[in-house]
């Protein structure tokens, strides 16, 4: 079954601009979860949702925000863009479900390459 | 709050030999471990995880992990490295009241031949 899918996988973007990037989670799976990769500061939880809802958001500003549809496909929005949003976006997908789930795997895509210049 | 130490930034070993990976962890309630090795210009790839039951966890590709209580680490063993599993291996804790995984800051490992 096909995993979780990530689009675009490169891009590149100017100062100022805007992008949003793409998820689609394991079929079956309704919770997303983004996280951002970086050198400096590793790994780092963007948000989660599940069933539509946001249900925990990581320390970042408002310039990053998400979404997710009825399908469980998700987007994540960067809006005025700086050279240090430039990073690996992850997107990863699970069963999801309440604190009883919370064990189950969580599957990463292969990401998407953001660089800001 | 939950957190993860990895305290060796790279890890060097023989083609054959025995791999350790070192993950110390804290929590406030039960944690959910997990490891994930990540190959250059690539994501995460789920190698196991630890959620109740038997401290020996066994995953995908021969690794392993042991899961201690007292010491609040899961470290993660191959008994004979392959030049294959040369990768970045990052540990990961879910508490059992949190919505998203933390992470390690990742360890490289390098299997010479």
């Known amino acids: 079954k096909a995993g979780v899918t990530q689009t675009p996988r490169y891009l590149i973007k100017t100062r100022g601009q805007q992008v949003t990037l793409s998820c689609s989670p394991i079929s079956g799976h309704r919770s997303v979860s983004w996280y951002q990769q970086t050198p400096g500061q590793g790994l780092q939880f963007l948000f989660e949702?599940?069933?539509?809802?946001?249900?925990n958001k990581g320390n970042f500003p408002g310039r990053f925000s998400g979404r997710q549809f009825s399908n469980s496909r998700s987007e994540m929005n960067v809006s005025t863009l700086e050279l240090g949003d430039s990073a690996l976006y992850l997107c990863?997908?699970?069963?999801?479900?309440?604190?009883?789930?919370?064990?189950?795997?969580?599957?990463f895509g292969e990401g998407s390459w953001l660089t800001v210049v | 709050a939950q957190s993860v130490a990895q305290p060796e930034d790279q890890v060097n070993v023989a083609e054959g030999n025995p791999l350790t990976v070192k993950c110390t962890y804290s929590v406030s309630g039960n944690p959910y471990l997990f490891w994930y090795v990540q190959y250059p210009n690539r994501g995460l790839q789920f190698l196991l995880k630890y959620i109740t039951g038997d401290n020996l966890v066994k995953g995908s590709y021969g690794f392993e992990a042991e899961f201690n209580k007292s010491q609040t680490s899961f470290h993660l063993k191959k008994p004979s490295a392959l030049v294959s599993d040369s990768a970045l291996y990052f540990c990961a804790v879910r508490d059992e009241n949190d919505y998203k995984l933390s992470f390690g800051a990742g360890t490289t490992v390098t299997v010479r031949a």
């Open positions: 990863a997908s699970s069963r999801g479900g309440d604190r009883a789930s919370f064990g189950n795997t969580i599957y």
């Open positions: 949702y599940f069933s539509e809802t946001q249900r």
